[in-house]
């Protein structure tokens, strides 16, 4: 064993136990980050903060929350949000909560993007970001499904019902996923399961996977600049402050994340307080009934744009029918931003701002989003006309533009490198 002395203080008792000082110094005081970056870069921690927000606030909802068809409801919308005491609190700092996460992962996402912080030897970021996304879809999906209200039902119905489609296997897929031929208390219980113990488990695991491949290649700037991060370390180490390229995350890059939380925070509980409704559905508060289907039924905001590429095609092709070519589309639609450091044909990674073609595909894709998003929420149908086209033909383009711009995207990239003169 080590030799133990006596210590001078707590700190020094534990380091002398659990080496805190050398960890310390390795994960904060002399974690390197350039100092070249803006406000976009502290998003990282915000989403730190949310997941943090909806981990405790979950832990409270769960002290009342009964997963079963018969309680479900009223445990939240009675007990929760008129007996418990500030229960609607917390049930709103959740909700909110859970609809800002996607807001800002999007953010996060279109900066990535943006600044080429995918690409060669970021793959792991991305790749690992990118099943935080698909995790935290599958989070808010199983939390929509938990208060069992009208939408809550019906969307567990459509959505389990899409894995019908895949061959061979399909029909008994659903039944596999519900727990039955039809979704009931067992499809609940899973759903349950999965959202307050599978998927927080990985989520958090994938969250320090995350953390840990920033570490080799180190955090991108905004000019995409690089330098040898060791010798500015050092310049930084020995006084060279202003000359030095790079700060220590913390207390430096840190204590400016933390102004940027608290503003955002401020944000937060303005939506809390006065605009909580936004993160609910109205048809929600209505119990689930199996014998009355809604009139429209769309997914929460953050879906929309690839609910809008499954239905975007509303005719059959060459014999194929719509359902399944949207179907296709849709499968593809959540994996192609996987894909991206490899559909990028040009390794350097350079900020958008001076790549002339990707910077028109990176405004297109972002403009084509938000298009599928607003159209995603409208019903379907030719009865309402936008832009002088009917809502599914204006979705369908939209549609078709988000397809060729992963095509196009190889194409244009490797273009770029060409001009430049090479893949340096
Ligand atoms: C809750 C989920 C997430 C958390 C907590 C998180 C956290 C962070 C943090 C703290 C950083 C470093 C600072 C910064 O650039 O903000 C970072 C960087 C990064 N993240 Fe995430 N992230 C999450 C989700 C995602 C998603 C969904 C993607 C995209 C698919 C992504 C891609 C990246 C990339 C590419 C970087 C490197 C940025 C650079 O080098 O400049 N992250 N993330």
């Known amino acids: 064993m080590a030799e133990i002395k006596k210590a001078t203080g707590f700190v020094d008792w534990l380091d002398q136990r659990l080496a805190i000082k050398p960890l310390l110094k390795v994960l904060m005081t002399e974690y390197w980050i350039p100092k070249n970056i803006n406000f976009l870069w502290a998003m990282g921690v915000v989403l730190l903060t949310l997941f943090s927000i909806l981990f405790v606030t979950g832990l409270f909802l769960l002290m009342y929350y009964k997963p079963d068809v018969n309680l479900a409801f009223d445990s939240v919308n009675q007990v929760i949000m008129q007996e418990v005491a500030y229960g609607w609190l917390w049930r709103h700092l959740h909700a909110v909560a859970a609809s800002l996460i996607f807001l800002?992962?999007?953010?996060?996402?279109?900066?990535?993007?943006?600044?080429?912080?995918y690409k060669k030897g970021r793959e792991i970021i991305w790749i690992s970001g990118m099943l935080l996304f698909v995790c935290f879809s599958a989070e808010a999906f199983s939390g929509y499904m938990l208060p069992w209200g009208q939408m809550s039902y019906w969307a567990a119905k459509?959505?389990?019902?899409?894995?019908?489609?895949v061959p061979l296997i399909g029909d008994g897929l659903v039944v596999w996923i519900r727990g039955n031929y039809y979704v009931s208390d067992a499809t609940l219980t899973r759903f349950f399961m999965l959202h307050v113990v599978l998927l927080p488990i990985v989520i958090i695991a994938i969250i320090a996977l995350h953390f840990?491949?920033?570490?080799?290649?180190?955090?991108?700037n905004q000019e995409a600049e690089e330098f040898n991060f060791e010798r500015e370390a050092e310049k930084f180490k020995y006084g060279n402050k202003k000359e030095s390229k790079v700060i220590p995350f913390w207390p430096a890059f840190l204590s400016?994340?933390?102004?940027?939380?608290?503003?955002f925070m401020i944000f937060f509980v303005y939506l809390?307080?006065?605009?909580?409704?936004?993160?609910?559905?109205?048809?929600?508060?209505?119990?689930?009934?199996?014998?009355?289907?809604?009139?429209?039924?769309?997914?929460e905001w953050y879906f929309l744009w690839s609910y809008e590429?499954?239905?975007?095609?509303?005719?059959?092709?060459?014999?194929?029918p719509a359902m399944s070519i949207g179907l296709i589309a849709f499968g593809l639609a959540q994996v192609i931003f996987f894909l991206l450091p490899f559909l990028d044909r040009d390794p350097k990674v350079i900020p958008a701002h001076k790549r002339p073609l990707f910077r028109i595909w990176f405004w297109v894709l972002l403009v084509d989003l938000i298009f599928l998003t607003l159209y995603g929420k409208l019903p379907p149908g030719n009865d309402i006309y936008s832009l002088f086209i009917s809502n599914n033909l204006a979705g369908f383009i939209a549609t078709?533009?988000?397809?060729?711009?992963?095509?196009?995207l190889p194409i244009i990239t490797a273009i770029e490198r060409k001009n430049r003169g090479g893949a340096k």
């Open 400 to 408: 078709i533009i988000f397809i060729a711009l992963f095509v196009l």
């Open 212 to 220: 840990y491949s920033l570490r080799v290649p180190h955090v991108n």
């Open 272 to 299: 809390v307080c006065f605009h909580f409704n936004f993160a609910m559905d109205p048809i929600n508060f209505d119990p689930a009934d199996n014998m009355k289907t809604p009139s429209h039924i769309y997914p």
């Open 309 to 320: 590429v499954l239905r975007g095609f509303y005719f059959d092709i060459f014999g194929i």
């Open 256 to 263: 400016k994340d933390f102004f940027v939380v608290s503003v």
């Open 158 to 165: 459509v959505i389990t019902e899409l894995f019908a489609n």
């Open 104 to 117: 800002i992962i999007y953010i996060h996402m279109f900066v990535a993007i943006y600044y080429g912080s």
